[in-house]
């Protein structure tokens, strides 16, 4: 694998000093001896003596001197261990040279990402000269045996050398070499979290086991920050034997979401249209019986997950259901009894059981103080059959804490996970939205907890970890946050165990789900319309197509209206995935091509749509697929929740805080309903320019077009609806007496999350945060140039969403006050002609404009569209223009007509300035 952070690049020469054990043989002569008399008569040597002369000085010293002192600890690789010098050794048998074995790490203990899987590496030994070298083989390309370009693909795809370290010893020919040297420094990148540098002499083993098939090391690593002092982080080694080879690898499909192993095979014939074989990642579970349809799993291939000890007693029970739902999805398969649930206690046989031993899946609950949970595995990356898997579930997940929202309604979708959206700000980043508070004061403004995107091992080109992680966190908090809102408002204290033991099962499921090979189905949520979502009741029955999807919680103010808050169990896309991914050939299907064709050729079945990570994002076409939303109708869905949010909003200052509590609570849950309020928006606003999309295969049953563009009457529906909710100002009339408590939060210490640098509440600030993405979306490049080929796309004869269309609605409803009469009303500064929050709105809506008509055509967009923004100018400033000339009495209050000469000038100005053709 060729990741950023390699698991022993970044010290490669190192390794060969730190640590090294240097032996120097025999001199040939004496310092201390006396100058032999230079008449004297040299004495003849006695045979024996002579013979011992020609006998060579051993290269090593013996294992006995060098083992001295330390404990022998038996297993895969035997190792010697000195405690009272924190010493290790190591026998390297020579059967064990040249022969491929895996090397997987993990954070097992410190400050930063504790719990977290790190990289994965297929590696071997290699003696040279009087060293160790350790190789990993490129796996990126597969050996295409039996070919007649084998020899060309092996000396053009070459062995990549990870480190080196000397032999200290041998024993009975054996290579010993010092385990120190290469584990006693900084294989994980720890410097680059803790921005110091490693210590190895103040670094020690904290972890020594060996195993038949094992081996399990830790390492308390020192991170030396200068005059700062230094930070201990624990970091696991699991050195172990690779499978045994029967394993049959598996085909993978686009129409079935799972994470995959590409290889790159130059041995395929040449009329093949892919010279990649791409296996998905997925367990080895054999049948019991292999001549039954539906048979118990065999013994030695069921997946068994330890509930660590750590994990709370009230929460085990719900754990366990999650993970033991998947076990409906596998008999289906025909595979019984796949999943089974042993519970770790501090008494009981699995007490001595290492979460971080690669022959154990473990559910384990740390505390970072962040709010997350993940479920990574690690896999063969040469067939991409999974070894095994640890699920991480963060406390703060199931703590009703309030965190500051302000930041997250700012960055809008930006603050997800949607590279194309960052790419396009960071290249032009006059479209990003700034908050006031920013522009006065810049890097007061962020969310806590460190950066570990320099980091976390990168996606490797094998594609193992391409789109895989799992990014709950922030959608998991607000969502636990919003939900604790709406139980207040039922007249609960709190979230209720009713309402835990759901989201621990849910979030549990869909952990375990990565675990099993499967990525993210985004488009699963889209399976029921909202009227039926509100209705559910049933523990039993799916409400959503797959626990793949980021599943927003459905949620009212009525305790007695209240249906399942999330999905209660395994949906018909999971039950079609695992199918795909697991079930054996029969009587019906012989041969493995035949069966997976038959599976995935059912895609168009009701509750089988599929939409992963790289499909989601702003920009992302389909509106369907999407993080944290639910519903087959976005603009139902958008309804709902903002319904829900001003029904909250009017009572908040009644349950949000409680005598004795901080007026700080009450800000934190306007801002987390005002993010809410904006994010719906987001989802009902990616209809206009939307397109459907499928990813069925020609002749596939009930074939489908791959791409559908949204009917014009959704189109439609969904502007005027964003329209009415987020650019009128009615939406945004709170009490004032209610914004008057919002109190700024004052604990400034380390790590607290209940700290404003602005002690006032920025209302315009915020109001504009949530009216920015929508318009956003409708103004950039990426929108309005789908609707643009959209008008190639959908038939002459047939009615279409234009771009003037767009252009043309959303500034007649931005800038509605100019085709009023100003004199048919008494304007003053407490009653403006356009209210402020119209006037930020439409300052925004000219700034997108104005960037338009300034760039180059042609250069984010189509040339017409950007005349057409030009002519939208044109017709603004002759608007205004007559306003203004209108206004002779002056009727118009100071702002409106400081805030329309602004306009028009800046207009003006723009529709003046030059540009290179």
């Not at 993210?520 to 009741?537: I, R, T, Y």
Request: glycine content about 6%; proline content about 6%; hydrophobic content about 40%.
């Amino acid at each position: 694998m060729r990741t950023k952070n390699r698991m022993f690049e970044l010290l490669l020469v190192g390794a060969v000093t730190v640590g090294a054990a240097h032996w120097v043989g025999p001199a040939s002569a004496r310092a201390d001896e006396p100058p032999k008399d230079a008449g004297a008569v040299p004495a003849v040597a006695p045979p024996d003596a002579a013979k011992d002369a020609e006998k060579k000085p051993p290269e090593f010293p013996p294992f006995e001197e060098v083992s001295k002192d330390h404990k022998k600890i038996p297993g895969f690789i035997e190792l010697y261990h000195d405690e009272k010098k924190d010493h290790l050794l190591a026998v390297i048998p020579k059967s064990m040279l040249g022969k491929e074995f895996l090397i997987a790490q993990s954070i097992a203990g410190g400050p930063v990402a504790t719990g977290f899987m790190w990289e994965t590496q297929v590696v071997q030994w290699q003696e040279m000269d009087k060293k160790l070298v350790l190789i990993e083989p490129d796996l990126r390309y597969a050996e295409a045996k039996d070919s007649t370009v084998a020899d060309v693909v092996a000396r053009t795809y070459t062995q990549r050398i990870v480190l080196h370290t000397p032999i200290v010893s041998k024993r009975d020919g054996d290579p010993v070499i010092d385990m120190d040297s290469v584990f006693k420094s900084d294989r994980a990148g720890l410097e680059q979290i803790y921005e110091g540098s490693m210590n190895p002499a103040l670094s020690r083993w904290a972890k020594i086991k060996g195993f038949e098939k094992n081996v399990e090391l830790s390492v308390d690593a020192a991170i030396m920050s200068g005059q700062e002092g230094g930070t201990r982080a624990r970091v696991h080694f699991s050195i172990s034997e690779l499978p045994n080879g029967d394993y049959k690898p598996r085909q993978a499909d686009p129409r079935v979401g799972y994470a995959l192993t590409a290889r790159m095979n130059w041995g395929r014939k040449h009329d093949e249209k892919t010279v990649f074989d791409r296996y998905i990642h997925r367990w080895q579970l054999r049948k019991a019986d292999a001549a039954e349809k539906v048979s118990d799993v065999h013994p030695d291939d069921q997946v068994v997950f330890y509930i660590e000890q750590t994990v709370p007693v009230q929460y085990r029970r719900y754990v366990r259901e999650g993970i033991l739902l998947w076990n409906e999805a596998f008999e289906k398969a025909g595979l019984r009894n796949v999943m089974a649930v042993r519970q770790q206690t501090d008494t009981n046989e699995f007490k001595d059981m290492d979460p971080e031993d690669v022959r154990y899946n473990f559910f384990r609950w740390i505390v970072s103080g962040r709010a997350f949970a993940m479920g990574p595995s690690r896999v063969d990356p040469r067939t991409g059959q999974i070894l095994d898997a640890d699920i991480v579930w963060d406390d703060s997940l199931v703590r009703s804490l309030l965190t500051q929202y302000a930041n997250l309604a700012a960055r809008g979708p930006a603050a997800s996970y949607d590279p194309q959206l960052n790419e396009f700000l960071a290249r032009r980043p006059e479209w990003n939205f700034q908050m006031q508070e920013e522009l006065l004061t810049p890097g007061t403004v962020h969310i806590g907890g460190a950066d570990l995107s320099r980091a976390l091992p990168a996606n490797d080109p094998m594609g193992q970890g391409m789109h895989t992680n799992c990014n709950m966190a922030d959608g998991l908090r607000h969502e636990l946050a919003l939900a604790g809102f709406a139980l207040q408002a039922q007249g609960m204290e709190g979230l209720t165990e009713e309402f835990i033991g759901e989201f621990i099962r849910y979030v549990t499921c869909h952990e375990v789900g990565h675990t099993l090979g499967l990525r993210h189905n985004f488009k699963a949520s889209s399976w029921k319309p909202m009227d039926a979502l509100l209705g559910a009741k049933d523990a039993h029955l799916p409400t959503s197509a797959s626990v793949m999807d980021y599943n927003a919680g459905i949620y009212t103010d009525s305790k007695d209206n209240q249906p399942r808050f999330f999905t209660p169990s395994v949906g018909p896309y999971d039950l079609w995935a695992i199918e795909y991914g697991y079930r054996h050939t029969d009587e019906e299907y012989k041969e493995e091509p035949a069966l997976l064709a038959a599976i995935a050729s059912r895609g168009n079945q009701d509750g089988l749509a599929y939409g992963t990570d790289e499909d989601t994002g702003l920009f992302a076409p389909d509106p369907l697929v999407n993080r944290w939303d639910n519903g087959s109708d976005p603009v139902a869905y958008a309804k709902h929740r903002m319904e829900l949010i001003q029904r909250l909003q009017s009572t908040l200052a009644d349950w949000a805080v409680k005598d004795g509590e901080p007026y700080t609570y009450l800000r934190r849950a306007f801002d987390a309903l005002l993010a809410e309020y904006g994010r719906s928006a987001q989802f009902a606003v990616r209809l206009v320019g939307g397109q459907y999309a499928n990813r069925n295969h020609k002749g596939d049953a009930d074939e489908k077009t791959p791409i559908t563009i949204v009917p014009v009457a959704k189109q439609r529906e969904s502007l005027e609806f964003v329209i009415e909710h987020v650019f009128s100002d009615k939406a945004f009339t709170f009490d004032a007496a209610l914004l008057n408590k919002l109190a700024a939060g004052r604990w400034g210490h380390w790590e607290s999350d209940d700290f404003d640098s602005q002690r006032e509440y920025p209302i315009h600030d915020r109001i504009a945060a949530v009216q920015y993405w929508p318009l956003f979306y409708l103004m950039n490049p990426f929108t309005l140039g789908r609707v643009y080929d959209a008008e190639i796309k959908v038939p002459a004869d047939q009615d279409a969403v234009t771009v003037p269309e767009v252009m043309t609605r959303t500034t007649a409803a931005i800038w509605s006050e100019l085709t009023r009469d100003a004199g048919e009303g008494t304007w003053s500064t407490r009653k403006p002609f356009v209210s402020s929050v119209r006037r930020t709105l439409q300052r925004t809506h000219l700034n997108m404009l104005t960037d338009m008509v300034l760039a180059p055509p042609g250069r984010d967009m189509p040339a017409d569209i950007h005349a057409l923004a030009r002519m939208t100018l044109k017709g603004l400033v002759q608007q205004i223009g007559q306003v203004l000339t209108a206004d002779a009495g002056g009727k118009l209050d100071p702002s409106t007509r400081a805030h329309l000469d602004d306009a028009k000038t800046r207009i003006e100005k723009a529709l003046q300035a030059e540009y290179k053709l």
